[in-house]
């Protein structure tokens, strides 16, 4: 089955709304002619309504960096699903290792944010990966397992029928050390044959499997040539328009 690459730039906070924009209207010129592959940006809350305006018509979609599960109510400082949808997105983050390291997201809440997201026709893009601690005490496996397994406990095949996964291993986010090519092509081999064992081969078939952590325009095409990478999810190389779109030219180089 072929997957069609997504390339998603995740803005952090960074950028206010006009930053954001200009940032936008110059990546989606340079998008212009990109056929091959989905590009992604994901702004922060605030931003998601000015910049779904300024690249409507263009190739680029738009996501958010997470979202809170309930549907409305008292959750002060929250944003819902619908909320994050009506603002033009189609796209949500969840589970980024930021938000479990420094908002207490666990694989619990990150089940329930992609059921909401799932049930709002929002496409989940669950980040998972394991700190240099557990990389070293040989529990890379491990900890993944359970972050799939719990994170995707009681969906069925057809709530996962967009689900992407970002496997960004902790240790390469921000620290500019990117995970070799042995080491994601392991990981990514063992995601999708963890997909298969706990669904069926056709989700594993269908899911795309990001590699992020530290992508630049100089490791991206070695990255991106390996077998189940079906795309990247880029912080800081995704700022500037420039450097992002040679990223997202990875074959074109
Ligand atoms: P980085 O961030 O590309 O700056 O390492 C990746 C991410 O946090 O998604």
């Known amino acids: 089955m072929?997957?069609?690459?997504?390339?998603?730039?995740?803005?952090?906070m960074y950028k206010t709304g006009p930053q954001a924009v200009e940032t936008a209207k110059e990546l989606a010129a340079l998008c212009s002619d990109v056929q091959d592959k989905e590009v992604m940006i994901a702004p922060t809350y605030l931003s998601l309504p000015l910049v779904s305006q300024a690249v409507k018509g263009s190739r680029l979609y738009v996501g958010a960096q997470n979202l809170y599960f309930e549907k409305e109510g008292a959750y002060t400082g929250e944003v819902s699903a619908d909320m994050i949808k009506a603002a033009g997105a189609e796209y949500a983050i969840i589970g980024h290792s930021e938000r479990?390291?420094?908002?207490?997201?666990?694989?619990?809440?990150?089940?329930?944010?992609?059921?909401?997201?799932?049930?709002?026709?929002?496409?989940?893009?669950?980040?998972?990966?394991?700190?240099?601690?557990?990389?070293?005490?040989?529990?890379?496996?491990?900890?993944?397992?359970?972050?799939?397994?719990?994170?995707?406990?009681?969906?069925?095949?057809?709530?996962?029928?967009?689900?992407?996964?970002?496997?960004?291993?902790?240790?390469?986010?921000?620290?500019?050390?990117?995970?070799?090519?042995?080491?994601?092509?392991?990981?990514?081999?063992?995601?999708?044959?963890?997909?298969?064992?706990?669904?069926?081969?056709?989700?594993?078939?269908?899911?795309?499997?990001?590699?992020?952590?530290?992508?630049?325009?100089?490791?991206?095409?070695d990255l991106m040539g390996i077998a189940d990478v079906d795309g990247a999810l880029v912080g800081g190389a995704s700022l500037d328009a420039g450097s992002f779109i040679n990223i997202i030219n990875y074959n074109a180089v």
Not at 135 to 164: M, N, P
Not at 185 to 208: D, G, I, M, P, W
Request: hydrophobic fraction near 35%.
């Open 100 to 221: 479990r390291q420094f908002f207490s997201e666990t694989d619990e809440s990150v089940s329930k944010k992609i059921n909401a997201a799932v049930q709002t026709g929002l496409k989940p893009v669950m980040c998972i990966g394991e700190t240099l601690e557990e990389r070293e005490a040989k529990k890379t496996f491990l900890v993944l397992d359970k972050q799939v397994s719990d994170g995707l406990k009681g969906f069925g095949l057809d709530d996962l029928k967009d689900l992407v996964l970002a496997y960004e291993p902790v240790w390469a986010i921000g620290t500019g050390k990117t995970a070799s090519v042995e080491q994601v092509e392991e990981v990514h081999q063992y995601l999708r044959s963890l997909l298969e064992k706990l669904f069926e081969s056709k989700l594993a078939n269908q899911t795309r499997i990001l590699y992020g952590g530290s992508v630049k325009p100089e490791n991206a095409k």
């Open 2 to 12: 072929s997957r069609t690459p997504l390339i998603a730039g995740n803005w952090k």
